[in-house]
């Protein structure tokens, strides 16, 4: 439970060896999809693997419901050869990696 005075910070343990501190992870673009469900699909099929992945929240629009129009999938910079890869060999080839 959060103290009722919090400043919306979570607090750091200092204690902790730095290895074991989170460091802030540099998202980058894989691929466009062209809509937001085949978007999702890439997504699943790259978590289903243990690659950190998601849809850029810029390109769904949830509250009108699904998206028709393109959507980025985005990884962390340090994974994207792993993922563009790996997308590629379970698409056959079908997508279009971002340079």
């Given at each position: 439970m959060l ?44 978590r289903n ?11 769904a629009t ?38």
């Amino acid at each position: 439970m959060l103290p009722t005075s919090f400043s919306g910070r979570v607090p750091v343990d200092r204690t902790a060896p730095v290895a074991a501190r989170e460091t802030p992870v540099k998202w980058v673009e894989l691929t466009t999809a062209p809509d937001q469900l085949t978007a999702e699909m890439w997504v699943e099929l790259l978590r289903n693997e243990d690659f950190p992945a998601m849809v850029k929240p810029a390109d769904a629009t949830s509250f009108l419901g699904v998206s028709g129009t393109s959507c980025r999938v985005i990884v962390p910079e340090d994974r994207r050869g792993e993922a563009a890869a790996l997308l590629l060999e379970r698409t056959g080839g079908e997508v279009q990696i971002e340079p």
